[in-house]
């Protein structure tokens, strides 16, 4: 291992969303030390002008390189890299992965019958940064694929309040969804990092023929290919406790809380950002 090797992996969303990412990373490669950063006073991103959320991408990325050394940036927030995602990795030396091209990519590999959704924010769903994702994807594995594309606004205040069951949110599932059912596609992509938290509502409404596909492990899975291509996997030393940092631009209190129920026992602390 060498000195680079060392260095942590960094991680943004606007919220708790990319936990869904860390997680996969941490489970995939725990050697890695992780800094994320949750903009939570600025959450949603989603709802907000394009030109906003790439400015809070280039802060969060800033801060990243400056104050923490990281190695490579994951994007963990689909709005974010929607709208950033060339603009970061024109910017910083290190490398920049976001979570578009990767579930766009798992999710052909799920269908059967060449039907495929992918819900998002309504910042992420208006970028067209699916729509070119899913036919670069397409075109790779010379299939031809029909895609529907739908912004669900609302899920992600569902999240960040921790109602991700009950009869509220499964109404509104079933009034977003009508469209994907009527499709009839067979898988649909949770294009945005806070979905995953509600794979029970959004399965449960359009029936366990459609197969759900997010872009956490996949993800995490580039991140891993990215480091070792560039000879900066890092290996942990016997007994080490591999250090992995959470900040919040909110009440990290509260990040803490929430975060910890989300993420799991590797959430060991939650500290102010900026520092
Ligand atoms: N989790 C984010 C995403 O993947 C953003 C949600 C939001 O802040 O609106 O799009």
């Known amino acids: 291992m060498n000195a680079s090797s060392d260095r942590p992996i960094g991680m943004f969303d606007s919220g708790f969303g990319g936990l869904t990412v860390a997680r996969a990373a941490i489970d995939l490669l725990p050697d890695e030390k992780l800094i994320y950063i949750g903009d939570t006073a600025r959450y949603p991103y989603g709802p907000k002008p394009a030109k906003d959320v790439r400015g809070f991408a280039i802060e969060l990325a800033t801060s990243l390189v400056r104050d923490f050394d990281v190695k490579l940036i994951v994007v963990a927030c689909n709005t974010a890299a929607s709208v950033a995602l060339g603009e970061l990795q024109r910017s910083f030396a290190v490398p920049v992965i976001g979570v578009v091209e990767p579930g766009a990519r798992a999710l052909i590999r799920q269908t059967r019958n060449k039907r495929v959704g992918v ?157």
């Not at 819900?119 to 699916?130: L, V």
């Open 119 to 275: 819900i998002g924010t309504t910042g992420t769903i208006d970028s067209g940064a699916y729509d070119a994702a899913v036919k670069d994807a397409a075109n790779e594995l010379g299939e031809s694929i029909d895609l529907i594309t739908i912004a669900c606004p609302g899920f992600v205040e569902f999240v960040e309040r921790d109602e991700t069951s009950g009869s509220a949110v499964t109404e509104l599932a079933r009034r977003l969804l009508a469209p994907m059912r009527e499709a009839e596609v067979d898988a649909l992509l949770l294009g945005c990092t806070h979905y995953p938290y509600l794979r029970d509502v959004i399965g449960q409404v359009l029936g366990s023929d459609v197969r759900l596909v997010d872009s956490a492990l996949v993800t995490a899975i580039t991140v891993r290919q990215t480091l070792a291509d560039l000879d900066l996997v890092r290996v942990a030393t016997r007994g080490e406790v591999v250090t992995r940092d959470f900040y919040s631009s909110g009440d990290a209190a509260h990040f803490f809380n929430l975060g910890r129920r989300f993420l799991g026992p590797e959430l060991t602390n939650a500290k102010a950002w900026p520092i």
